[in-house]
């Protein structure tokens, strides 16, 4: 009988549950403290024309409170963008100067009008010293409706578990 992977190679928490985005997303912190690094997965609905969308990663040393830096990490992630995501994307590895922020996936001045799949991936040794938790930003462009949605999954984890008794994400 096959095992699980939830609890043996991977978790999941939220980032910020399914939304119109056009409202600026604080997005919740994730411990890295039990897991060697995060994917994080931005799904996002097509829009309007300019409403492009940007995005924000954070450290900070505390779940709630505490200290928060710029996660200045982002010198590549990956893109999945069509007008209608069906199946047979592939994946555009996309670059840039180490940033925090994704000022808009694809910089082609048209990402409003795509669905898309986004993924940035964090490694723990990443982090700052004594910095433990990461989140990401949505910066809430445009004024039409955008639904999109935040998830991180964390991976590598230090404790294999079965999911039911896996540590809470925030622990």
């Not at 890295?32 to 829009?47: E, Y």
């Not at 996660?71 to 069906?86: F, G, P, R």
């Not at 000022?103 to 010293?129: K, N």
Request: aromatic share 6%; proline share 2%.
């Amino acid at each position: 009988m096959a095992q699980d992977a939830l609890g043996r190679l991977f978790d999941v928490s939220i980032g910020w549950s399914p939304v119109d985005a056009q409202t600026a997303q604080t997005g919740k912190r994730v411990s890295l403290r039990n897991a060697g690094g995060c994917t994080i997965l931005v799904v996002k609905a097509a829009g309007t024309a300019a409403d492009d969308h940007s995005y924000d990663l954070k450290q900070h040393t505390a779940s709630s409170g505490g200290t928060s830096a710029d996660l200045d990490i982002i010198a590549t992630y990956y893109l999945k963008s069509e007008t209608t995501l069906d199946g047979d994307e592939t994946w555009t590895k996309l670059t840039q100067t180490a940033a925090s922020e994704i000022v808009e996936a694809g910089a082609a001045g048209t990402s409003a009008e795509q669905e898309q799949l986004i993924v940035i991936e964090v490694d723990a040794r990443q982090l700052s010293d004594g910095y433990d938790y990461i989140s990401l930003d949505s910066g809430g462009e445009g004024s039409n409706a955008q639904l999109s949605t935040c998830v991180y999954i964390l991976r590598d984890l230090a404790v294999q578990r079965t999911p039911a008794n896996l540590v809470a994400p925030l622990s």
